[in-house]
């Protein structure tokens, strides 16, 4: 059981505006910044948005990310075929000593 | 151009060690902010975070694993190493690692290829 909470799948048209929910708690997203990362099948997890909102150099700007309290999202718009994958929040959980926590990821299905 | 690369045994038996090793360029696990963490994926899960190893040598690790696991590094061979004790099936999964950037709040920004491990009898 992942401690964020991501729904396991998502689809849309090409073109289309998706958004993919992450949902914690006030020890992680409430207080630190939550990263989403793309991973293609076969292949190692990719960053695509870092401090909440921030894009990598490469990025495409159809991809944009934000917070609110104890919750995040990450948005696709203009959807295209290559972005069929599978997507993950992250963010540090201060409990304890502290650790990464991520979601249970979500399937993105480009009908 | 940062770059990491993991390696170590493609099989372990039940009750074995693992030791897997995460040698990485482009970077220095001296300078202040940089961390490097192990990541691991069984087929077909989620991602689940395992440790981390920070400039000045502090560590931290997944509560549920913690007493499992020991991480460590070698600075000037840019390696680091991740040991984890009586191994199980059920931690047969793709290990990776990755650049754990604090300095510039990024995060874990660069991954490693990943490799796949298997346990089994």
């Known amino acids: 059981q992942s401690v964020l909470t991501q729904p396991p799948s998502a689809s849309g048209t090409p073109g289309q505006r998706v958004t993919i929910s992450c949902s914690g708690s006030?020890?992680?997203?409430?207080?630190?910044?939550v990263y989403w990362y793309q991973q293609l099948p076969g292949t190692a997890p990719k960053l695509l948005i870092y401090?909440?909102?921030q894009r990598p150099s490469g990025v495409p700007d159809r991809f944009s990310g934000s917070k609110s309290g104890t919750s995040a999202s990450l948005a696709i718009s203009g959807l295209r075929s290559e972005d069929e994958a599978d997507y993950y929040c992250?963010?540090?959980?201060?409990?304890?000593?502290?650790?990464?926590?991520f979601g249970g990821g979500t399937k993105l299905t480009v009908l | 151009q940062v770059t990491l690369r993991e390696s170590g045994p493609a099989l372990v038996k039940p009750t074995q060690t693992l030791t897997l090793t995460c040698t990485f360029s482009?970077?220095?696990?001296?300078?202040?902010?940089?961390?490097v963490s192990w990541i691991r994926q069984p087929p077909g899960k989620a991602l689940e975070w395992l440790a981390r190893i920070d400039w000045d040598d502090d560590k931290y690790y997944s509560t549920f694993l913690k007493t499992r696991l020991t991480i460590s590094k070698d600075t000037s061979k840019n390696q680091v190493v991740l040991t984890m004790i009586n191994m199980d099936p059920v931690d047969t999964a793709t290990y990776f690692c990755?650049?754990?950037?604090?300095?510039?709040?990024?995060?874990?920004?660069?991954w490693g290829q990943g490799t796949t491990v298997t346990v089994s009898s």
């Open positions: 006030s020890s992680n997203i409430g207080r630190n910044y």
């Open positions: 401090s909440n909102n």
């Open positions: 482009g970077f220095s696990l001296s300078t202040s902010g940089m961390c």
């Open positions: 992250a963010a540090w959980d201060d409990s304890l000593r502290g650790s990464w926590v």
């Open positions: 990755a650049r754990d950037a604090r300095s510039g709040d990024s995060g874990m920004d660069v």
